[in-house]
């Protein structure tokens, strides 16, 4: 995988600085999730192995694209149809995600909790993870009774256990030593 964003990189840069520069980031947003998802699709992905000459490869996933894609959009999958790399759109739209939401201060957050989480909970959550880590938070809430009670947050390298789960087994631990 990091070999997969080291290629990826260089494209997701200059699409989101271009993004950026146009006033265009959510567009392009949208158009590199879409791109991504056709470059995954069972009846082009076999396509991408090189059997098709570059710029024929280019003309029918455009195509197929369609109006998802504009002109700027299209000019991108032609560069990396070019240099045979349509295959890691995926991996392109994904560090466009991690740059936009870097540009944009913000971050999503993943909580998982035993019971379901009211708007106050949710709310209180919210701000004081905005206040840990000084950019706006987007909250991906689930349902996990495994938990028994509490709440797992995990957010990039950060993650806090507040389950019941969680504290039995780091008790279980210090017990055991």
Same mark, same amino acid.
């Given at each position: 995988?990091?070999?997969?964003?080291?290629?990826?990189?260089?494209?997701?840069?200059?699409?989101?600085?271009?993004?950026?520069?146009?006033?265009?980031?959510?567009?392009?947003?949208?158009?590199?999730?879409?791109?991504?998802?056709?470059?995954?699709?069972?009846?082009?992905?076999?396509?991408?192995?090189?059997?098709?000459?570059?710029?024929?490869?280019?003309?029918?996933?455009?195509?197929?694209?369609?109006?998802?894609?504009?002109?700027?959009?299209?000019?991108?999958?032609? /560069?990396?149809?070019?240099? +045979?790399? &349509?295959? $890691?759109?995926? #991996? @392109? %739209?994904?560090?466009?995600?991690?740059?936009?939401?870097?540009?944009?201060?913000?971050?999503?957050?993943?909580?998982?909790?035993?019971?379901?989480?009211?708007?106050?909970?949710?709310?209180?959550?919210?701000?004081?993870?905005?206040?840990?880590?000084?950019?706006?938070?987007?909250?991906?809430?689930?349902?996990?009774?495994?938990?028994?009670?509490? /709440?797992?947050?995990?957010? +990039?390298? &950060?993650? $806090?256990?507040? #389950? @019941? %789960?969680?504290?039995?087994?780091?008790?279980?631990?210090?017990?055991?030593?």
């Amino acid at each position: 995988m990091a070999e997969l964003s080291t290629i990826a990189r260089p494209y997701a840069k200059a699409a989101f600085d271009f993004a950026v520069e146009h006033k265009a980031v959510d567009s392009w947003t949208e158009m590199l999730t879409f791109a991504s998802l056709v470059s995954v699709n069972e009846s082009i992905k076999p396509l991408l192995n090189g059997t098709l000459a570059s710029a024929e490869l280019a003309s029918l996933f455009i195509k197929v694209c369609g109006e998802q894609v504009n002109e700027q959009g299209q000019n991108l999958i032609k /560069v990396m149809a070019e240099n +045979g790399r &349509l295959a $890691i759109l995926p #991996s @392109v %739209s994904l560090l466009f995600a991690e740059y936009r939401n870097e540009w944009a201060k913000e971050v999503e957050a993943d909580v998982v909790s035993a019971f379901e989480l009211n708007s106050e909970q949710q709310q209180q959550i919210s701000v004081s993870l905005e206040k840990r880590l000084a950019r706006k938070v987007k909250l991906n809430c689930s349902i996990d009774t495994s938990l028994i009670g509490g /709440v797992i947050i995990k957010s +990039g390298d &950060l993650v $806090i256990d507040g #389950s @019941v %789960s969680g504290k039995l087994s780091r008790l279980s631990d210090k017990l055991q030593s």
